[in-house]
């Protein structure tokens, strides 16, 4: 079992910046892919960057260049810096842990991020 628990959301002017953070339980985290996930209000949740236990990372195409996921195995937390923020960016983000990328089998309860224009 894996308990997660997001951190650092909050309200940002359109091309500021923010740092998510995210600490896990658990003994295994290392051994653990690591996503991020979004929903905006009557969207559907979406895949925002992952990070595999050997560091190989994954983004959505809206936010390469922008945001950039990191993992601290010492301190079990995994990261999302987003830079440039835009209005679009706005939503509950969610952290995720799994075996696969993508598939999560544990979440977060969610931290919000508003951008304002």
């Known amino acids: 079992q894996v308990q997660l628990v997001e951190s650092g959301g909050g309200l940002v002017q359109a091309g500021g910046s923010l740092r998510l953070s995210c600490a896990a339980s658990?003994?295994?985290?290392?051994?653990?892919?690591m996503d991020w996930f979004r929903q905006a209000p009557g969207k559907e949740r979406e895949f925002v960057a992952a990070?595999?236990?050997?560091?190989?990372?994954v983004y959505r195409d809206s936010v390469k260049g922008r945001f950039t996921i990191s993992r601290d195995n010492a301190k079990n937390t995994v990261y999302l810096q987003m830079n440039s923020l835009k209005p679009e960016d706005t939503a509950v983000y969610y952290c995720?842990?799994?075996?696969?990328?993508?598939?999560?089998?544990?979440w977060g309860q969610g931290t919000q991020v508003t951008v304002s224009s």
């Open positions: 995720a842990a799994g075996v696969i990328v993508g598939t999560p089998a544990y």
């Open positions: 658990g003994r295994t985290f290392s051994n653990y892919a």
């Open positions: 990070i595999r236990p050997s560091g190989n990372t």
